[in-house]
């Protein structure tokens, strides 16, 4: 590493410390030819393989850029969806590796849009599945109901688990 002051082609590590939940280290370095101190921050570079072969980096900008366009005209705010894109991105980096599929990166975003709202699940799945005919959305929305009823039904089930109201 190039010292800032002297421009010295080496330095030598005095500390090393991870920050943002281990996402960036930050390291304390000396300048063997100056003496000065300085203090440089490593981040590990997540990059996305497109379906063309073309690796580009990881934008949270770009999963907001998509979310927002899906949410269109919906009663969803932006700390939300800044929210859903934190998720997904700490999501694909819990995967712990340096490229990933642009399909897995939709895929992360799916979950967390479906919960979300469900509307803007289906515009952002037409796309991203690549909808052809109206059998498409039918099948997409009688899966989104199947879930409801499921979820209906474990919440009877554990009032009726609980017991009787007094």
Do not use: N
């Not at 920050?19 to 280290?25: N, R, S, Y």
């Not at 991105?89 to 990166?105: C, D, L, N, Q």
């Not at 099948?139 to 919440?155: F, P, S, Y």
């Amino acid at each position: 590493m190039r010292c800032p002051y002297c421009r010295h082609a080496d330095s030598r590590v005095v500390d090393s410390r991870e920050a943002d939940d281990g996402q960036l280290i930050r390291r304390r370095r000396a300048c063997p030819e100056c003496g000065k101190r300085f203090t440089t921050v490593e981040e590990a570079v997540l990059a996305v393989v497109k379906r063309s072969g073309v690796t580009e980096p990881f934008s949270r900008t770009k999963i907001i850029g998509g979310v927002r366009k899906a949410c269109q005209g919906r009663p969803v705010d932006e700390d939300s969806i800044a929210l859903l894109a934190q998720r997904v991105e700490e999501t694909i980096r819990a995967k712990g590796a340096a490229e990933i599929p642009s399909h897995e990166v939709g895929l992360a975003i799916l979950g967390p849009l479906r919960d979300l709202d469900e509307v803007a699940y289906l515009r952002f799945a037409s796309v991203y599945r690549s909808f052809d005919s109206l059998a498409d959305f039918e099948q997409e929305i009688e899966t989104l109901r199947a879930a409801a009823r499921a979820r209906e039904g474990a919440g009877v089930e554990a009032a009726s688990a609980a017991g009787p109201a007094q």
